[in-house]
């Protein structure tokens, strides 16, 4: 089946929050940013963990609490930056990846709304759809969310290809019959042109 539209995950695929001011912590930012999985020694309730990317107020409630944990100087102010579109990073290839000319959604376990991120590096009118989960109230691997991807597109999901850096989460969309492909969420120095590899197998 021809590839008509490609969706792309966030965190680890097409940015990575990559910061000197959050090296201190970088372990935790790793945990607290990955997209299944509680982090190890974290006092969280696995069950609001799982909910923490449909509710804006508890994301910010848990995440605190982990920074505080961990010894955070100003969890809050800390947190803050997690959010902020100048501490997330593109990948090199970002903007090629999604000038693809195929219909293009980001989907994202996310409880803040990333578009500024885009938006800060222009790259925001590349994508057609957000497809961010506490907009539609799923969270990956459920595939709710990738059939609103797909639907928002006007494609079937067997002629979407999903991108992502988790076999867990991202690859939750091939129980809709999307192609998926798997990218390993590296410092985006590390990783030059995996977006465009994976882009040029399925993608004439």
Excluded at 22 to 32: C, F, S
Excluded at 71 to 100: E, H, I, K, N
Excluded at 109 to 135: M, P, T
Excluded at 197 to 204: T, Y
Aim: net charge negative; hydrophobic share 45%; charged share 25%.
């Amino acid at each position: 089946m021809t590839i008509r539209a490609v969706l792309f995950d966030f965190s680890g695929t097409l940015f990575r929050l990559e910061h000197e001011s959050l090296a201190e912590h970088a372990d935790l930012m790793r945990a607290l940013t990955a997209p299944v999985g509680v982090a190890e020694g974290l006092d969280i309730d696995p069950a609001e963990w799982e909910r923490r990317d449909l509710d804006g107020d508890l994301h910010r409630d848990l995440h605190i609490k982990a920074l505080t944990a961990a010894g955070a100087q100003d969890p809050a102010d800390f947190y803050g930056r997690l959010c902020s579109p100048p501490f997330w990073q593109p990948y090199p290839d970002t903007a090629q990846a999604l000038g693809t000319g195929l219909p293009t959604a980001v989907v994202s376990n996310i409880a803040w709304d990333i578009r500024a991120v885009f938006a800060r590096h222009g790259v925001e009118d590349r994508v057609d759809e957000f497809v961010l989960s506490f907009e539609v109230g799923s969270v990956k691997p459920d595939p709710k969310i990738f059939r609103v991807a797909c639907d928002r597109l006007g494609v079937h999901p067997d002629e979407a290809l999903m991108i992502g850096d988790s076999e867990e989460a991202d690859g939750g969309a091939a129980a809709v019959g999307c192609r998926v492909e798997i990218v390993p969420p590296l410092e985006t120095g590390q990783r030059p042109d995996a977006l465009l590899q994976v882009l040029r197998k399925h993608v004439a």
